[in-house]
């Protein structure tokens, strides 16, 4: 396992600040992400990637493949992270192009900004990394976050019906709520009321629309 000198880590560092403002000087187009953590300090990194890496899609029309590195540095300890977690992300190699600079630019939303650069004069992607998007502060007692970027790195449309069922389940278990407590003060309230609830038989059934959210 490499680890990187502090004075490794601080040139790392300077030239990871340099190659953000380069890249930053333009949009890129994005696909699909991987998923990497550093086997020194667990720090998560969410990479998302720039089209024609790891792109099945643009494979097809090069009749070539560019790679990522299966393992690269963590600006945090020096140390090397390396792809894990294969199937988060994995579908969406190729699919759902999106720009990055309107990605990163999304209001009320959870944004990861690291991502693997396609650099034309380079063989494989380059990463660019702000900071980790889980530390391991951030992950001690958490089992989440793996939910958190499947659900985070949805495309729109995919997120938008995910939020809106998730609001759905939330306005129902509401409900219950005020069932239950409607039901407690009102004693004489007729029978066929009392055993169905306010809101009718089916009150309490999930949509069948809601399904997705349990079962991804
Ligand atoms: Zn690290």
């Avoid at 495309?155 to 409900?175: C, H, K, S, W």
């Amino acid at each position: 396992m490499i680890l990187l000198d502090p004075y490794q880590l601080e040139k790392y560092k300077t030239n990871m600040g340099e190659r953000i403002i380069e890249v930053g000087k333009q949009d890129h187009t994005i696909h699909g992400y991987m998923v990497y953590q550093c086997e020194h300090c667990n720090n998560i990194y969410v990479m998302w990637l720039e089209k024609g890496l790891e792109d099945p899609t643009d494979d097809e029309k090069t009749g070539m493949h560019k790679p990522v590195p299966f393992g690269i540095i963590c600006p945090a300890c020096g140390g090397t992270a390396i792809h894990t977690l294969w199937s988060l992300g994995k579908d969406s190699l190729g699919k759902n192009y999106k720009s990055y600079q309107k990605y990163v630019e999304q209001p009320n939303r959870l944004i990861y900004r690291n991502f693997f650069w396609n650099d034309p004069t380079i063989d494989r992607g380059v990463p660019i990394i702000f900071e980790p998007d889980y530390c391991l502060e951030s992950l001690r007692g958490r089992i989440d976050y793996i939910t958190e970027i499947y659900i985070n790195t949805l495309p729109n449309n995919q997120y938008e019906e995910f939020i809106n069922n998730a609001m759905n389940a939330l306005d129902r278990v509401t409900l219950v709520d005020v069932v239950a407590s409607i039901e407690l003060l009102d004693f004489k309230g007729n029978r066929e009321q009392k055993r169905h609830g306010p809101f009718g038989i089916d009150g309490y059934k999930r949509p069948r629309s809601n399904k997705k959210l349990y079962e991804y």
